[in-house]
């Protein structure tokens, strides 16, 4: 089987800075998220989590996931109860919309919260790096010329800043602490990125 990147995902780096954002927060475990779940992913990344999705490592078999897993020191969030149950530490999420998910999460004991500043691509999971002002000439034409400070993911080359996207992340967390659980429509792109 050759179903694994390791590109932006090297085994290795279990100390990885990302899993930090440099205040006191609580750092983050490197987790894998099963199929079904690529929402979920790509909020937890926002959240500052190295989160790999089955789906962009044509991982779908359950051993697979589990080797993953466990090789990676991983920890396995899925909707399939028999995989949770057999999987140790697996987080079991039941719900269908994301922030319910996020609840699910953070109810686990995994924190759900906004890095201090964006630490990963929430399309492919690469590594952001700020980006130096004043802006290259390779900005993007979609990045708005008084926007700063600005990231750039390492292995997608997508750029980041804090826009009305983080800030809508933001306050839909916010709600995590203070509702039992949510109900919302799911709302995904970019850390504040042009669609
Ligand atoms: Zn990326």
């Known amino acids: 089987m050759s ?6 995902d090297d085994p290795a780096a279990t100390d990885d800075p990302a899993a930090t954002d440099g205040s ?3 750092p983050r475990p490197r987790v894998l998220v099963d ?7 790509r909020h937890l990344r926002i959240c500052g989590y190295d989160a790999a999705y089955a789906l ?3 991982i779908e078999a359950d051993g697979r996931l589990r080797a993953v897993a466990d090789d990676e020191d991983r920890v396995l969030i899925t909707r399939d109860r028999e995989l949770a149950a057999a999987t140790d530490d697996a987080v079991l999420v039941t719900e269908l919309d994301v922030l319910d998910q ?3 999460v953070a109810a686990s004991g995994l924190p759900v919260e906004l890095p201090a500043e964006p630490r990963r691509c929430g399309a492919c999971n690469g590594r952001l790096e700020p980006v130096d002002e004043p802006p290259t000439d390779g900005r993007p034409t979609y990045v708005p ?7 750039r993911c390492q292995d997608c080359d997508q750029w980041f800043w804090k826009g009305s996207h983080w800030d809508h992340v933001a306050s839909r967390i916010e709600t995590l602490s203070s509702t ?12 504040g990125s042009s669609d």
């Open 180 to 191: 039992p659980c949510v109900a919302d429509a799911a709302e995904d792109n970019g850390v």
């Open 56 to 58: 962009d490592r044509g």
């Open 24 to 26: 006191d927060a609580p």
């Open 3 to 8: 179903d694994e990147r390791r590109t932006t």
């Open 35 to 41: 199929a079904m779940c690529g929402s979920l992913a």
């Open 145 to 151: 010329d008084d926007i700063h400070p600005v990231w």
């Open 102 to 104: 996020l609840h699910e």
